[in-house]
């Protein structure tokens, strides 16, 4: 069984699913899902797990994503980005010093509202659910990180820019282009987003969707190894002895297990290359996820 991940350039118009259904056909391979979610109007960075590496999908340790956004300026939508139905229109035309005097106040620790249309939950039901029915629900702020948030471009004339934006997990930025854009005293949506990194993946990795379709089976020659996604742990060497009381979840005594200090460490084997992550704890190295296949 093949194993890994595909880097996917999702283009605009698609939703993550349909990338996750064209791959199916195209590689002749079920067992396919992808870390983190994309809007039809969003394109960039789509990592695609395959085969076992699926084991990982509620593993993947929170990293920052990294998004180039375009917005315009004088009307607010429902979906807060121009692929829905002004709600507001007007609010004073901006300079670009009015936008960049207020980006400060949205760079760091801060609360951000999640938009009505999402897929947060709120008593078991999706907010967009909530708002294709026209209903208003309570939400909850939540707390994002914002590292960088630079704008690049603006055009006094048509009101439209361009942000580039590094934060956390769980960022709207349909949402901040609506914060900043009140801010300074106007209304705005974005228009288009790019995600150029995701779980450490860049854009310059990606295949075009098209390329995948054209390569066909040949694609998986494409194919990440799944240790990628856990760069941030520590590695460990397994002898072939551990090696196979590991595979078969055997606990073992972490005093003999050269380098395995506490926490969620990656496991190898020289034999077999990455078989796992295990978590060591109390003198014992336990797994944590077993990759391995026969």
Known sequence: MKSGVILVNKPSGYTSFDIIAI???VLRERRLGHAGTLDPMASGVLPVLAGTATRAMDLIPDSDKEYIADFKLGASYDTLDTTGRIAESGGKELSESDIRAVLPEFT??????PPMYSAVSVNGVRLYEYARRGEAVKRQERQIRVSRLELTFFDEASQSGRLEIKCSKGTYIRSLIDDIARRAGSLGAMSSLLRTVSHGFRLSECLELE?????GSSAWDSLIPTDRLFECYPTVSLGKAQARMYKNGVRLDSGRVSGAVPGILRVYSPEDGFLGLCRV????LTVYRNFWTR
């Open 23 to 25: 791959l199916r056909g």
């Open 108 to 113: 760091g620790e801060i609360s951000q509202l």
């Open 211 to 215: 390329k995948i379709r054209e390569l």
């Open 281 to 284: 704890e109390n003198g014992e």
